[in-house]
């Protein structure tokens, strides 16, 4: 819907509402015809909806969600809106390198609730996670499954902690799902959800309705990739724009599964689960030729920092996508040599693990802005004056890494805090903050990761 504003008579503002007709639930579906056509440099409003097509809200119960999360194969949890078509946005062909569409975010405007769902099935020690298993008997009692809400106090932009008002969860509001339509490539592939375990290369995560298997491609929302999706960044939050390239005609933008808090991991499957009566964005269209620091993955802009991102099914395999994108894109940026890009890499080394349960894996580095920025510092491997922090490495497995530091920091909250392991499971998904330790140069790499968790979310009784 089209508004009239006096704003800039160049561009239009647009308001696109969450209705049926704007929404899917669980899928990306590129052959729908788009909720909205706009014109590069336009605005628009966004509305978005909770989980579950709108179903997720205070009152749900864990079977209810798993009956209709199980109605349809290959559905994800996510409701979206969308799609947005931008007209002249175009992909890659013979003769053109193909466009990226960039999204930047105005304002975001949250609900008064957030809930948050905690899976046996689906979490970081779960019996079937991700990466291989890591859960000692003692992990038993903060494995059960469950749903929770919660009151967000959107003039304070913090959440009070269940029935602990001396723990304060500040409040972060940013789409967990911000994605275009992946390649018509990745449609076809073979669905591998159904697989005990993906394929380390070339997993498919679409599913073919209708008689006619080449017909429609329904694509799960769950997992992200280098057409952006679930990628569920913290920083990509307002005065962010995301970058993505464009694989199919017009882009088709979708949007949903908007957190109000999430840690780097969001560990016990969810995060602080909310929706957006406004998400209000900026799209515009960049032409690769004139930008060669665009390529195929999802790059996010903040004031100080360029983000770039590493997804795969494993985390070992993330984090060395990540390390060629990150090389990749500061050689074009800087145009500097390949050599002095992996030094520059690893001295501004900043690089959290975005998230550990949506059977495509995420990291991401944080890259200055500044060329005369300081060297970073090494990940903490004890708590300092302002985090609680555990520390843990693995020679070989960047996820039991992950694991290890994980768990011993949701131990330690238990323990500061006063509060059982269940609570701290759930805490730790909205405020654990998990990162990478600077990779080595020698022969034998070693595998870091540093969990912190801010003193401040503990307010004095």
Same mark, same amino acid.
């Given at each position: 819907?089209?508004?009239?504003?006096?704003?800039?008579?160049?561009?239009?503002?647009?308001?696109?509402?969450?209705?049926?007709?704007?929404?899917t639930?669980?899928?990306?579906?590129?052959?729908?015809?788009?909720?909205?056509?706009?014109?590069?440099?336009?605005?628009?409003?966004?509305?978005?909806?909770?989980?579950?097509g709108?179903?997720?809200?205070?009152?749900?119960?864990?079977?209810?969600?798993?009956?209709?999360?199980?109605?349809?194969?290959?559905?994800?949890?996510?409701? $979206?809106?969308?799609?947005?078509?931008?007209?002249?946005?175009s992909?890659?062909?013979?003769?053109?390198?193909?466009?990226?569409?960039?999204?930047?975010?105005?304002?975001?405007?949250?609900?008064?609730?957030?809930?948050?769902?905690?899976?046996?099935?689906?979490?970081?020690?779960?019996?079937?996670?991700? +990466?291989?298993?890591?859960?000692?008997?003692? $992990?038993?009692?903060?494995?059960?499954?469950?749903?929770?809400?919660?009151?967000? @106090?959107?003039?304070?932009?913090?959440?009070?902690?269940?029935?602990?008002?001396?723990?304060?969860?500040?409040?972060?509001?940013?789409p967990?799902?911000?994605?275009?339509?992946?390649?018509?490539? #990745?449609?076809?592939?073979?669905?591998?959800?159904?697989?005990?375990?993906?394929?380390?290369?070339?997993?498919?995560w679409?599913?073919?309705?209708? @008689? #006619?298997?080449?017909?429609?491609?329904?694509?799960?929302?769950?997992?992200?990739?280098?057409?952006?999706?679930?990628?569920?960044?913290?920083?990509?939050?307002?005065?962010?724009?995301?970058?993505?390239?464009?694989?199919?005609?017009?882009?088709?933008?979708?949007?949903?599964?908007s957190?109000?808090?999430?840690?780097?991991?969001?560990?016990?499957?969810?995060?602080?689960?909310?929706?957006?009566?406004?998400?209000?964005?900026?799209?515009?269209?960049i032409?690769?030729?004139?930008?060669?620091?665009?390529?195929d993955?999802? !790059?996010?802009?903040?004031?100080?920092?360029?983000?770039?991102?590493?997804?795969?099914?494993?985390?070992?395999?993330?984090?060395?996508?990540?390390?060629?994108?990150?090389?990749?894109?500061? $050689?074009?940026?800087?145009?500097?040599?390949?050599?002095?890009?992996?030094?520059?890499?690893?001295?501004?080394? #900043?690089?959290?693990?975005?998230?550990?349960?949506?059977?495509?894996?995420?990291?991401?580095?944080?890259?200055?802005?500044?060329?005369?920025?300081?060297?970073?510092? @090494? !990940?903490?491997?004890?708590?300092?004056?302002?985090?609680?922090?555990?520390?843990?490495?693995?020679? #070989?497995?960047?996820?039991?890494?992950?694991?290890?530091?994980?768990?011993?920091?949701?131990?330690?909250?238990?323990?500061?805090?006063?509060?059982?392991?269940?609570?701290?499971?759930?805490?730790?998904?909205?405020?654990?903050?998990?990162?990478? +330790?600077?990779?080595?140069t020698?022969?034998?790499?070693?595998?870091?990761?540093?969990?912190?968790?801010?003193?401040?979310?503990?307010?004095?009784?």
């Amino acid at each position: 819907m089209k508004i009239n504003t006096k704003s800039d008579d160049k561009h239009n503002f647009y308001v696109l509402p969450a209705t049926p007709a704007t929404t899917t639930w669980g899928y990306f579906n590129s052959s729908a015809p788009p909720a909205l056509t706009i014109k590069p440099g336009d605005s628009v409003a966004i509305e978005t909806l909770p989980g579950g097509g709108g179903n997720v809200a205070p009152g749900l119960t864990i079977d209810q969600l798993e009956y209709i999360n199980a109605a349809e194969e290959g559905r994800g949890p996510h409701t $979206m809106t969308g799609p947005i078509y931008v007209e002249g946005a175009s992909p890659a062909s013979k003769n053109y390198p193909g466009d990226i569409i960039a999204i930047h975010i105005n304002k975001i405007r949250m609900r008064s609730y957030a809930t948050n769902n905690s899976a046996d099935f689906g979490g970081l020690f779960s019996e079937f996670g991700q +990466g291989g298993t890591y859960q000692p008997l003692k $992990m038993a009692p903060f494995t059960k499954h469950f749903i929770d809400s919660y009151y967000l @106090d959107n003039e304070k932009m913090e959440m009070e902690f269940e029935r602990h008002p001396h723990i304060v969860v500040p409040l972060n509001p940013f789409p967990g799902t911000l994605g275009v339509a992946r390649a018509i490539e #990745d449609e076809n592939k073979d669905y591998s959800g159904s697989l005990p375990t993906p394929p380390l290369n070339g997993a498919g995560w679409c599913v073919k309705k209708g @008689d #006619d298997r080449s017909k429609i491609a329904k694509c799960n929302t769950k997992q992200p990739g280098n057409f952006g999706g679930n990628l569920d960044l913290p920083l990509m939050t307002v005065g962010s724009t995301t970058y993505l390239p464009v694989y199919q005609k017009g882009g088709l933008i979708w949007t949903g599964d908007s957190h109000a808090a999430q840690g780097n991991g969001e560990i016990d499957l969810d995060a602080l689960e909310t929706a957006f009566p406004e998400m209000n964005v900026t799209i515009d269209i960049i032409h690769r030729s004139e930008h060669p620091e665009f390529g195929d993955q999802p !790059i996010v802009e903040t004031r100080d920092s360029w983000v770039t991102v590493g997804y795969e099914v494993s985390l070992n395999q993330a984090l060395d996508s990540l390390k060629a994108e990150t090389i990749r894109f500061l $050689m074009a940026k800087r145009q500097i040599s390949r050599g002095d890009a992996e030094q520059l890499m690893l001295k501004f080394w #900043d690089c959290p693990i975005s998230e550990v349960v949506d059977e495509v894996l995420g990291t991401y580095c944080i890259l200055p802005k500044n060329p005369k920025a300081l060297k970073s510092a @090494d !990940i903490p491997r004890k708590d300092t004056s302002t985090h609680w922090v555990s520390y843990a490495s693995d020679p #070989d497995d960047l996820m039991k890494a992950m694991k290890k530091a994980s768990y011993a920091s949701v131990e330690q909250m238990s323990r500061v805090l006063s509060i059982p392991s269940a609570k701290a499971y759930k805490l730790a998904t909205f405020v654990q903050d998990c990162r990478i +330790g600077r990779p080595t140069t020698t022969d034998k790499p070693i595998y870091e990761v540093s969990c912190k968790v801010p003193k401040k979310i503990l307010r004095s009784k």
